[in-house]
């Protein structure tokens, strides 16, 4: 069993950068792949970055491509959010797979964090 922290969620300007950080502990060598979901008020829970654990494979939604890059080292999952717009207001999610190396479906993750927010301003 995996367990995830997540931190660096804040308020900022349009055009300003965050970095996210998840904090793994427990069991995370049976993690397969590591991912960042997020919902914003009277939306659904969307995909936003994942990346596969052996092999640092990554992967985007379209709306965050090239703005956001998600990166691996040990048992931490970091996303680096650039050019940050109103629309990326929401509250983050990183989530872990034991199963899947990378997936789009939030069914397919077994563990997730408590969620950081970030608010972007006009």
């Known amino acids: 069993q995996v367990q995830l922290v997540e931190s660096g969620g804040g308020l900022v300007q349009a055009g300003d950068s965050l970095r996210l950080s998840c904090a793994a502990s427990g069991r995370t060598f049976s993690t397969s792949g590591m991912a960042w979901f997020r919902q914003a008020p009277g939306k659904e829970r969307e995909f936003v970055a994942g990346?596969?654990?052996?092999?640092?494979n990554t992967y985007y939604a379209d709306s965050v491509k090239g703005r956001f890059t998600i990166s691996r080292d040990n048992a931490k999952n970091t996303l680096q959010m650039n050019s940050l717009t109103p629309e990326d207001t929401a509250v983050y999610y990183c989530?872990?797979?034991?199963?899947?190396?990378?997936?789009?479906?939030?069914?397919?993750?077994?563990?997730w964090g408590q969620g950081t927010q970030v608010t972007v301003s006009s």
């Open positions: 990346i596969t654990w052996r092999n640092g």
């Open positions: 989530a872990a797979s034991s199963a899947y190396a990378v997936s789009r479906n939030q069914g397919h993750y077994n563990t």
